[in-house]
């Protein structure tokens, strides 16, 4: 089965609440969106970063998280 690997990054608007700065960045290896997620750490509120099986279609299995830094919401 193969797995995707998204990045999603955080940022804090001006009363401290914690929203997604656009959409989350796909890459077809963990070693790419690994990097990809500790370069946006310094830029962000907060990173987060988890693969995904890729079932039929366009259906995925849930999230395994594997990175995280900062403020980010809870995937569970």
Do not use: C
């Amino acid at each position: 089965m193969k797995q995707v690997y998204f990045v999603a990054v955080y940022d804090q608007g001006e009363a401290g609440e914690l929203f997604r700065s656009g959409e989350p960045q796909r890459f077809d290896a963990e070693e790419e969106a690994q990097t990809a997620a500790d370069d946006l750490a310094s830029k962000h509120a907060g990173v987060i970063a988890w693969s995904q099986d890729v079932k039929q279609g366009d259906e995925y299995g849930p999230p395994m998280v594997f990175y995280t830094a900062g403020e980010t919401v809870n995937m569970k």
